[in-house]
């Protein structure tokens, strides 16, 4: 039977958005939505959710509300509540501390992001998948606990390999990464013992190596799942362990798509939802909503990497320029691209004046246009 989840709070279809992205992380979940709280417990008896998902506030209904209504119900007393709030954390630690003590279970700010929303989901759960690295420079295990910690999961670092390997015979972890050099014992020997040992053979090895290239082909003929060059390139090292321990999530395609989120407010424009195929296509997370205003909504509740306002009558184009330059001084690192059916030179130097970092002309090349928002990203990437 599949464990349920309730997403509570829905302004402009962001609950669906949500509990789609959360769907292709948890497929051994089943996410409802509900826009009311009673809504939500004329079916918490039947669906009994293992957590609810909340906004702070939304139409017609407050997350506080909420938790004082389950907390009344001993049926529904333990089911844990993440809220979503407005404010970023950082700037109001006292709120969210507050949240806690009255009984939430966590709390993440808006825009969300789906890795902290994952990893927040896999902590109250108990679903945290450990990883165990070995390498006896102290500082690389430190660096990867971090990247681990972020990705959603436990890490245990250690810096010998007998010790290491005895830890792995009593706590068996989802995966191992190990360099190749150590006072006590390379890891191409470790690799073998964990595969000779019955408690241990199944569990997969990362073999990490500053000649990578040479220990290849004797990693995996021992039974390594991968072996990366070090220094890490954190992105191989992401890439690799999501393959490994969460194979049913799509993988990532490149460092500049991976994990990039575009809004496009042209749902009602005939090249708007047929570009977003396209972009899907090249490895992008796409929404398309109908209305510059829609796009301001979203984007005070999810992060996005760029925008793609239009300048279509039917958006209100005779004003787009001045709500660009509202929009640039509001985001001042967002990416946005226009696209306009209006190829005056004169426009797109405005447009870029005002802050745009390109623009495109429709109707436009498929290939052409792609290949501008791949430079866009590429350049917003390096500069921060």
């Known amino acids: 039977m599949l464990k349920v989840i309730a997403i509570l709070g829905d302004v402009n279809g962001l609950a669906p958005l949500l509990a789609e992205e959360l769907e292709e992380v948890f497929p051994d979940f089943k996410f409802y939505c509900y826009k009311r709280i009673p809504d939500l417990f004329l079916d918490i008896h039947s669906r009994m959710p293992c957590l609810i998902i909340t906004d702070i506030k939304s139409r017609g209904m407050d997350g506080c509300e909420l938790l004082r209504a389950l907390r009344a119900k001993p049926a529904h ?13 950082e700037f109001n630690k006292e709120y969210a501390a507050r949240l806690l003590k009255i009984g939430f279970a966590g709390v993440l700010e808006k825009p969300y992001d789906i890795d902290a929303v994952c990893a927040a989901i896999k902590k109250l759960l108990n679903m945290k998948k450990t990883i165990l690295v070995l390498d006896d420079v102290n500082i690389y295990g430190e660096l990867l606990q971090i990247e681990f910690q972020d990705m959603g999961y436990e890490t245990h670092s250690l810096q010998l390999k007998l010790p290491g390997y005895h830890w792995t015979v009593a706590n068996h972890p989802a995966l191992i990464i190990t360099d190749i050099l150590s006072p006590d014992m390379d890891g191409l ?3 073998k013992l964990i595969r000779a ?3 241990t053979k199944d569990i997969p090895v990362i073999i990490v190596s500053g000649a990578a290239d040479k220990n290849r082909e004797q990693a995996l003929a021992l039974g390594a799942s991968g072996v990366i060059q070090k220094p890490y390139d954190l992105f191989e090292i992401r890439k690799t362990v999501k393959r490994i321990l969460d194979p049913n999530v799509e993988p990532l395609q490149s460092r500049a798509k991976a994990n990039k989120r575009i809004i496009i407010a042209a749902k009602f424009i005939g090249w708007g939802p047929s570009f977003a195929v396209d972009l899907k296509k090249h490895g992008y997370d796409v929404t ?24 279509d009558d039917t958006l209100k184009g005779d004003h787009l320029p001045e709500r660009i330059t509202e929009l640039r001084l509001k985001y001042p690192k967002l990416a946005i691209v226009v696209m306009s059916d209006c190829a005056d030179m004169k426009i797109a130097i405005d447009y870029l004046k005002r802050g745009v970092d390109d623009s495109i002309s429709v109707p436009f090349g498929s290939e052409n246009a792609i290949e501008t928002i791949d430079r866009v990203l590429q350049s917003k990437s390096a500069s921060t």
């Not at 209305?291 to 306002?309: G, N």
């Open 77 to 89: 007393d333990q089911i844990p509540v993440l809220v979503l709030i407005d404010y970023p954390i």
């Open 197 to 199: 040992t019955d408690e």
């Open 189 to 191: 020997t470790f690799l």
């Open 288 to 311: 398309v909503v109908e209305s510059f205003d829609t796009m301001q909504d979203y984007l005070t509740r999810i992060r996005y990497d760029l925008v793609i306002p239009t300048n």
